[in-house]
C-alpha cells in the first residue's frame, strides 16, 4: 500500500538551473534562436522534470484506465453503459485506436478496471466498485474510495515505470465521463456547466442542455468543497479520473515527464495540481480537444497544447499523436550539431557591421 499524501507531498519543483543549461545549449545549436518555438521550449522543460540535459523520452506507456458513472442513468451520454465493457474487449483484442496509435510509437501499453460495472475476463483488475453512483443524486463515491482510486493509479503507474517506462500517458474509457469532468472543472473553477460541457460521445445539442443542467444542480446539492480536491473527486469524480490523477502524482515524484491527453484527462491532471502545485511543471499539453471545458482547464494549469486536431475520442490517442513531437525536442538537443562542431558562424551579419564600426 502506498502512502499516498506522503508521496503527494514529497512532490519537489523542477529543476529549473538544468532547465536553464539546456537552453543555453539550445541556443548553440545551428539554428536561429527560438526558430524552432514551442519545440525548444519542450526540451528545456523535459531537462527540467527529469534534471538531465540529455532527456530520455522513449518508451512512452500508456496507462488506460477504465470505468462505469452512475450519472448516465440521467442521459448524458449517446451510448449506454454497456459500452464501456465492450472498448475495454476492444482494448484487448488490439482493435482499437489507442492500440493502433501505442504500437506507432512503440510504446507500452496497460489497460486497468478500475471501476467497469461487468467483470471482463484477461483484464487486469483492479476494481474499485462497479460503477460511481449516480452524483444527480448523491455523491459519486466515499472519500476513502476516491483516495483508494488515486492509490490506485500509483500503483499502475509505479509498475509501468519498473517496466523501463520514460514519459507517462494516461487515457480513460467511460461511458458519462464527460459529465464527471465537466462536473469537476466547474468546481474548481467556478464556472457554470454550461460553459464546460460539451457533446462528449457525440449527443446533440438539446442534449447538451440537460446535461449542463444536471452537472449545476448535482453541485447545488452536494457543494464540492474547491479547496479540499478529495472531496471534489468524491461528489462528481470517476474512479478512472482518480486513478489518472494518481498515476500523474506518481509519475512526479519519480520525475518522470507527463503527456496530457484530452479533456477529462487534463480534468484529472488539474485534481492532482490541486494536491500538488508542483505537478504543473511535470505537465505536457499534448493537444486541444474540441470538447468546450478543455481550453479552460488547459488554461487553469497554464498549459499550451502542441496540437489541434478536433478530437474528441480519448483513450489517450491526442496525447499518442503528440508524443513524436516529444520525442523530437530531444533528438534535437542529443543529435543537432552546434555552431562551432559544424563550422558555422554564429554572428549575424548586423553584429558583424557593428563590429567593424
Excluded: W
Excluded at 13 to 42: C, D, F, R, W, Y
Excluded at 116 to 130: C, E, F, L, N, R
Excluded at 155 to 166: T, V
Excluded at 313 to 329: C, D, H, N, R, T
Amino acid at each position: 500500500m502506498t502512502d499516498i499524501f506522503k508521496l503527494i507531498a514529497a512532490i519537489k519543483p523542477v529543476n529549473k538551473q538544468k532547465g536553464s543549461e539546456a537552453l543555453n545549449h539550445i541556443n548553440m545549436l545551428t539554428k536561429p534562436v527560438n526558430s524552432l518555438g514551442a519545440i525548444e521550449k519542450v526540451a528545456v522543460q523535459l531537462s527540467e522534470i527529469t534534471a538531465s540535459l540529455i532527456p530520455e523520452v522513449s518508451p512512452p506507456c500508456v496507462i488506460v484506465f477504465a470505468a462505469d458513472h452512475g450519472v448516465a442513468e440521467e442521459g448524458v451520454s449517446a451510448y449506454p453503459q454497456e459500452v464501456t465493457a465492450q472498448m475495454v474487449m476492444n482494448f484487448l483484442s488490439g482493435g482499437a485506436a489507442i492500440n493502433v496509435f501505442t504500437k506507432h510509437v512503440n510504446g507500452l501499453l496497460e489497460i486497468v478496471d478500475v471501476g467497469v460495472k461487468a467483470d471482463i475476463p484477461g483484464v487486469h483488475s483492479v476494481k474499485i466498485g462497479y460503477g460511481t453512483k449516480n452524483f444527480a443524486i448523491e455523491p459519486a463515491m466515499t472519500r476513502m474510495d476516491a483516495i483508494r482510486s488515486l492509490e490506485t493509479g500509483m500503483e499502475s503507474a509505479k509498475a509501468m515505470i519498473e517496466k523501463g517506462a520514460k514519459l507517462l500517458i494516461v487515457g480513460e474509457m467511460g461511458i458519462g465521463n464527460t459529465a464527471s469532468s465537466s462536473a469537476v472543472a466547474a468546481a474548481f473553477s467556478g464556472l457554470p456547466a454550461e460553459e464546460l460541457t460539451g457533446t462528449g460521445t457525440g449527443i446533440q445539442s438539446k442534449q447538451v442542455a440537460h446535461k449542463a443542467e444536471v452537472i449545476n444542480k448535482a453541485l447545488h446539492f452536494l457543494k464540492p468543497n474547491a479547496n479540499d480536491p478529495i472531496d471534489v473527486l468524491s461528489k462528481v469524480g470517476g474512479f478512472e479520473i482518480g486513478a489518472m490523477a494518481g498515476a500523474m502524482l506518481f509519475a512526479a515524484s519519480k520525475k518522470i515527464p507527463i503527456l496530457l491527453d484530452g479533456f477529462i484527462c487534463t480534468t484529472a491532471a488539474l485534481i492532482a495540481s490541486k494536491l500538488n502545485n508542483h505537478l504543473r511543471d511535470y505537465l505536457i499539453a499534448g493537444h486541444l480537444s474540441v470538447e468546450p471545458g478543455h481550453l479552460h482547464v488547459l488554461n487553469l494549469l497554464g498549459k499550451k497544447p502542441l496540437l489541434s486536431l478536433d478530437m474528441r475520442l480519448g483513450e489517450g490517442s491526442g496525447a499518442v499523436l503528440a508524443y513524436p513531437l516529444v520525442e523530437a525536442a530531444t533528438k534535437m538537443v542529443k543529435e543537432m550539431a552546434t555552431f562551432d562542431h559544424a563550422g558555422v558562424s554564429k554572428e549575424s551579419i548586423a553584429e558583424k557591421k557593428e563590429t567593424i564600426k
